[in-house]
């Protein structure tokens, strides 16, 4: 369920035709889901675009981690695929991102890869280091442009959303000729900070309605792509307008929270010696693109999950695509 599906909408410009980061010409995505036994709800998700590529981070808060983010800082590009996994798996999936450029007939005698993480020790034995080489390999393998799938899938798996299952989303939006796509791993905020579309949905539908963790879970990373000419110094400016999709809906960047963000643009062929910029005075309909693609990737993810029961028998149930069509539609939306 997405949702559009439920004949509801966030903001004012239209989406790609795919309504995912994979309208964005050349971005593949690529999901390894790993479900064992009682207590194993993981995996690992990749975003691949045609490398390399400018790009530039931001943090909205820093307790959480993404590899190679100082030699994007300091080069202004992106050279590596980009991971999406659980807290302790960093090491394993960084080390396995190494290890297949190696495979490569132009493997690169270095690499720095990029790897996010957000914690799902509530649904996963996380401690178990249950992502592994072989389950990153058949994420690059299997990269794709196309549909998304989303909710618990690969790096979501077990990942909880303002108290309701949360994971993969992802959405776009169309600013002129460009389009702007976003990707999240949603494992962030609380019960009744949520918010869509304005709705108090988090406060309307309480703990007592959907059962759910009582603390405040984190993180976020959100992964944002467009296909317009874009500078290092854009792109950064572009991750940190995503961040206020991220507060649309509640979040508030709480001291516990990894919220990282990344922007890249595929709208100049690199390497080149001359390099398109888009106009300043046109980047304003990209900056609310990011915004509302971001907001609506965020619910896609709680709406795309389903009930899980993981680590320590604990159940997180997703959020109700009824109640929350009848909710919204009570505040007239």
């Known amino acids: 369920m997405r949702l559009r599906e439920l004949g509801l909408a966030i903001g004012e410009l239209e ?6 980061i994979t309208d964005v010409d050349g971005v593949r995505v690529g999901q390894t889901t790993i479900v064992e036994g009682a207590d194993v709800r993981t995996g690992v998700t990749v975003v691949v675009p045609t490398l390399p590529v400018f790009a530039a981070p931001h943090r909205l808060n820093g307790n959480g981690e993404m590899t190679g983010l100082e030699w994007i800082r300091e080069a202004g590009v992106l050279e590596s ?11 394993s999936v960084h080390a396995a991102l190494i290890a297949y450029a190696q495979r490569l007939e132009d493997a690169p005698d270095w690499s ?9 020790g509530f649904l996963n034995d996380i401690d178990g280091f249950h992502v592994r080489e072989e389950h990153v390999f058949a994420a690059l393998e299997n990269a794709k442009g196309g549909q998304v799938a989303e909710g618990s899938v690969g790096g979501g798996t077990g990942m909880v959303c303002h108290g309701f299952k949360g994971g993969t989303g992802t959405s776009s939006r169309r600013a002129e000729e460009w389009t702007v796509g976003v990707l999240v791993q949603a494992n962030h905020g609380a019960r009744r ?7 108090p949905v988090g406060r309307e ?6 059962p759910g963790p009582t603390r405040p879970t984190g993180s976020i990373i959100v992964i944002v792509a467009t296909d317009a000419p874009l500078l290092p110094h854009q792109c950064e400016r572009l991750a940190r307008r995503a961040s206020l999709g ?28 001359q390099v398109a910029m ?22 896609n993810a709680m709406l795309g999950a389903e009930t899980m029961t993981g680590f320590n028998g604990n159940t997180v149930h997703p959020l109700d695509p009824d109640l929350l069509l009848e909710t919204m539609r009570r505040y007239g939306r």
């Open 81 to 91: 695929p980009i991971a999406i996994t659980n807290t302790h798996s960093v090491g």
């Open 205 to 210: 539908l309480g703990l007592d309605q959907i």
């Open 15 to 20: 989406p790609g035709p795919l309504n995912a």
């Open 278 to 299: 888009a106009p300043e005075e046109r980047i304003n309909g990209l900056f609310h693109a990011a915004i509302e693609a971001t907001e609506e990737a965020i619910v």
């Open 246 to 273: 991220i507060g649309r809906t509640g979040g508030a960047g709480e001291t516990t929270s990894g919220d990282l963000l990344l922007a890249f643009a595929t709208g100049n062929e690199l390497p080149s010696e």
């Open 112 to 120: 720095l890869p990029v790897v996010a993480e957000t914690w799902d």
């Open 193 to 199: 900070r949520l918010t869509i579309d304005g709705v």
